[in-house]
Every structure is written in C-alpha cells, then in structure tokens.
C-alpha cells in the first residue's frame, strides 16, 4: 500500500489484481480476479481484467485483493491437507475410500479438493496414490503462498497456531519434493513422512 502512495505522488496509479483458477481456467479466460483499486481505477481497469476472468471482486483499496488471495490460499491448503490425511485413515481403516470421498461431498466436510481433486487425480480404482497426483499447482508455490500467509502476524500482531503448522508441512513438503512437484503430491510427503502407514 506505502508503494501505491509514493506512485501516486508522480500521478500514477496502482491495483493489486491476484487471480484464483486453474490453469484450464486461465486459458479459457475465465478465472476469478480479486481486485484492489480505488473505484476510480477499477473503473479503469475492469474492461482489460473482463478480458482474462469472469468474476471480477473489487476487495477494497491496494493491498486488500492480496491479503484476501493469500487467506483464500490458507483455506485451500489447509483443506486439502485435512482431506489428505482423512484419507490416508481411511485407508489404514480399510474403509472403501471411493464411499469416503461420497461421504464428504455430501456433508459438512465438503470443500473443492474433496470435490476436485480426490477422486480426479489421488485416487483410481478406489486405491489411494494411484492416481495421476496432477492438480495442477506447484507444491512450492503453495508453500510460498502460506508464507504470506503466515506473514500477516506481522501486520495484524495476530498468529494462531494452525496457520503456522500448515506453513511448517507444507514448507517441509516443498524441501523433501521435486522443484516441479505438484500440490497434490502432499500425498507422497505424507507417505515419506509416515512411512508403515499405508493401509491394506
């Protein structure tokens, strides 16, 4: 926000515009684009933003569409990590994963990688881990993100505890991976990080 100020004294002006979508959705021009702008440049910038994403959300001043980008971030890690686990219990239970999954998205513990991302690409033929594992994020970039994340204690002098433990797995995935490894290979940290626990 202090660089908006300082532009803006040499009549320049400035938005933060993080998007949320898949790579599919970038392509197709239709990912979600958060925005934080004066109204005066919203109004400016929309047309060209209308051009890559179909849900446009105006978040307040500069700064606010990252914050909010980088929460939403935290939300989605932390969901896809608690499936992940929920997972690997179910089939340490030897309970039929593919009813579990059904289970979810039919209840409270519905979220998008209950929704998307288990039985598309963790699982196959009801065995966990065979699927493609291929969410198409990097696992580094979520580890960077969850960073910031975690980076808002400074800011906001707030620092609960789960944020902090999300970041730590995460980041200690990133170390233990392959540079390219995809979000959903948190499956194959986890399997690194407790080994003999795998069902069957």
């Not at 990097?138 to 970041?167: N, W, Y």
């Not at 392959?178 to 959903?184: E, F, Q, R, S, V």
């Amino acid at each position: 926000m202090s660089k908006s100020s300082d532009l803006a004294r040499f009549d320049i002006t400035f938005a933060d515009a993080p998007v949320s979508g898949s790579v599919p959705k970038a392509k197709s021009a239709t990912l979600a684009i958060m925005v934080g702008a004066s109204e005066a440049v919203y109004l400016k910038i929309e047309p060209v933003l209308r051009a890559m994403g179909t849900e446009l959300i105006r978040t307040g001043d500069v700064g606010t569409a990252h914050a909010m980008k980088t929460l939403n971030n935290y939300v989605y890690a932390a969901g896809l990590l608690a499936a992940t686990e929920a997972m690997m219990i179910g089939e340490k239970m030897g309970l039929n994963l593919d009813r579990l999954v059904d289970v979810f998205n039919s209840s409270s513990g519905r979220n998008v990688a209950t929704e998307t991302k288990l039985r598309q690409h963790m699982l196959k033929d009801g065995q966990l881990g065979e699927g493609d594992l291929k969410g198409g994020f990097g696992l580094h970039l979520m580890a960077k993100d969850l960073g910031v994340s975690a980076g808002l204690k400074e800011r906001t002098g707030f620092a609960p505890e789960q944020i902090a433990l999300c970041h730590r797995i995460w980041q200690d995935a990133a170390q233990a991976l392959p540079k390219g490894a995809d979000n959903l290979e948190i499956l194959s940290y986890l399997r690194k990080r407790y080994p003999g626990e795998r069902g069957g």
